[in-house]
Nanobody, 124 residues
Framework: QAQLIESGGGLVQAGGSLRLSCAVSGLTFSNYVMGWFRRAPGKGREFVAGISRRIDLTYYGDAVKGRFTISRDNAKNTVYLQMNSLKPEDTAGYYC?????????????????WGQGTQVTVSS
């Protein structure tokens, strides 16, 4: 049974940085496309970033492009999200997920397994 555990969230001032991690177990990690989504209070899940099985193919939501970087370490079964130049509007719960698609879907229905999330709060 797949298990995804996010970590690294917290409270940070605007302009600061955080690095989220998502440790995956119970499946062959390198066989899966990985995605990060976020959900702010009262809103639906928003695509943040995705990474293909090949490390050099990455995709980003418009709101985070140029500020966030997704990466993965297949030897450690972990996907990361480096978040720089954080803004108060980045405040949300952040979730990682696995997909069997060839490229990372931008909708949550394209993902099968989800973590419980980690909270990121950016103060102004």
């Amino acid at each position: 049974q797949a298990q995804l555990i996010e970590s690294g969230g917290g409270l940070v001032q605007a302009g600061g940085s955080l690095r989220l991690s998502c440790a995956v177990s119970g499946l062959t990690f390198s066989n899966y496309v990985m995605g990060w989504f976020r959900r702010a209070p009262g809103k639906g899940r928003e695509f943040v970033a995705g990474i293909s099985r090949r490390i050099d193919l990455t995709y980003y939501g418009d709101a985070v492009k140029g500020r966030f970087t997704i990466s993965r370490d297949n030897a450690k079964n972990t996907v990361y999200l480096q978040m720089n130049s954080l803004k108060p509007e980045d405040t949300a719960g952040y979730y990682c997920a696995t997909s069997t698609a060839l490229i990372p879907p931008r909708v949550e229905s394209g993902y099968r397994n989800w973590g419980q999330g980690t909270q990121v709060t950016v103060s102004s």
